[in-house]
């Protein structure tokens, strides 16, 4: 590709920015869902039905982000696509109604699947040319943003900040980031007469275990990112700061996790690693919903963070090795989890209406259990020694 070691070292730690900025706006996002659920005066249900329309966007969306790249190259899809991601962030707190507030979710989780779409494709480019795993480093990197964004939303709702302003002077700041950290990423263009990539591609059976193994960990994943302010103040009775410094615990948790996940695979092996994951996430679950306290729910959540941190990574590793076309089995995978990114929050939110959080997220530590049992699903079918790829969005799948 011409890349001196230098221009490839600088697209690492580029990439590398730029799946922080990605975290940022998520962060910043989540952290203040309390306060849009009681400035729309929404009920779990309606916060539930809004909070599955992110996922409908990036679902539409995501398959345009690999024709986008193909047309303008890496580098110039990646800017305007994060760019527009960033912007985005803006839209939901100025919602007026639960109409709004949907179509402006549609709207935030278009850009978001498009721009993971792209960041993740730019991450696999520069890992192939260093020749190791940084796929969960970056991802790491990802959780560690959204841990610094969330940290802001704390303070913020420490001081009764209007979300709508947090959300505005964060959107302009995260943006102007943007701008900056992609102008060193690769700018990877197609060959003569390639053809654009595939909109759709339908899982083989060898995924389909694996693929649900990834949904269990994506669905906690989006139950406890979305919900878990929700939970501490509605059920154990938490101030909206409190509330909110519960998804930084999440974060954090996630970022350590990721940043160690290779080293502990290495060591474990992918069977045991999901094994012991499960272990740690059913844990977690069962002190959230026996919790009384914020004070006990928010190491349950932080548990769970710890917990399936490393799940998805390896399930896409374990869908490279199925079949006999890795890239399909891959593809695969991502469309069953990014089907449990879509679902969870509406299902949460469904039995939370119908009974209770606490029954919501008893559903939720029965789905990380499974893990245990299903770990099988992780062992090794070609190599001995294959790098983890983990992924926030469980995009990377797409290419």
Not at 259 to 288: E, F, K, N
Request: proline share 5%; hydrophobic share 55%; glycine share 10%.
């Amino acid at each position: 590709m011409g890349e001196t070691l230098k221009d490839v070292q600088r697209a690492r730690m580029s990439v590398a920015l730029v799946f922080a900025v990605h975290g940022a706006v998520t962060g910043t996002f989540v952290s203040r869902i309390p306060w849009i659920k009681e400035h729309l005066d929404l009920s779990p249900g309606q916060l539930g039905l809004a909070l599955v329309f992110p996922a409908i966007g990036a679902s539409v969306a995501m398959p345009l982000a690999g024709r986008i790249v193909h047309r303008l190259g890496a580098r110039s899809a990646l800017q305007g696509l994060l760019t527009l991601w960033c912007l985005s962030l803006a839209l939901p707190a100025l919602s007026p109604h639960l109409v709004v507030f949907c179509l402006a979710l549609f709207l935030y989780g278009a850009t978001a699947g498009m721009s993971d779409v792209a960041m993740n494709a730019q991450g696999v480019e520069v890992e192939e040319r260093l020749g190791r795993s940084i796929m969960s480093g970056l991802h790491g990197m990802w959780s560690a943003g959204g841990l610094v964004a969330s940290a802001f939303g704390v303070l913020a709702a420490h001081q009764h900040v209007d979300a709508r302003v947090q959300y505005a002077v964060t959107a302009a700041i995260l943006v102007a980031l943007a701008q900056v950290v992609s102008r060193g990423v690769l700018d990877v263009r197609p060959t003569a007469g390639e053809e654009a990539p595939p909109r759709f591609a339908l899982p083989p059976k060898e995924a389909l275990v694996i693929g649900l193994v990834g949904f269990c960990a994506v669905f906690a994943e989006g139950a406890s990112m979305d919900w878990s302010g929700v939970y501490l103040h509605d059920i154990t009775g938490a101030s909206s700061s409190v509330a909110a410094a519960c998804f930084t615990a999440f974060a954090a948790t996630m970022a350590a996790a990721r940043l160690a996940g290779d080293a502990v695979v290495r060591r474990l092996g992918p069977v045991r690693a999901v094994r012991l994951s499960g272990v740690v996430a059913t844990a977690g679950g069962l002190l959230v919903v026996s919790a009384s306290s914020p004070y006990v729910a928010i190491p349950g959540f932080a548990l769970i963070g710890i917990g399936i941190a490393v799940v998805v990574p390896l399930a896409f590793a374990a869908a490279g090795r199925a079949g006999s076309n890795p890239s399909q089995s891959i593809a695969g995978v991502a469309t069953i989890t990014y089907t449990s990114g879509l679902v969870a929050p509406a299902v949460v939110g469904g039995i939370a209406q119908a009974s209770s959080l606490t029954v919501s997220f008893l559903a939720v530590t029965l789905l990380a259990a499974a893990l245990i049992p299903s770990a099988t699903a992780m062992r090794h079918r070609r190599s001995v020694d294959v790098p983890v790829a983990a992924s926030s969005g469980s995009l990377e799948a797409t290419h």
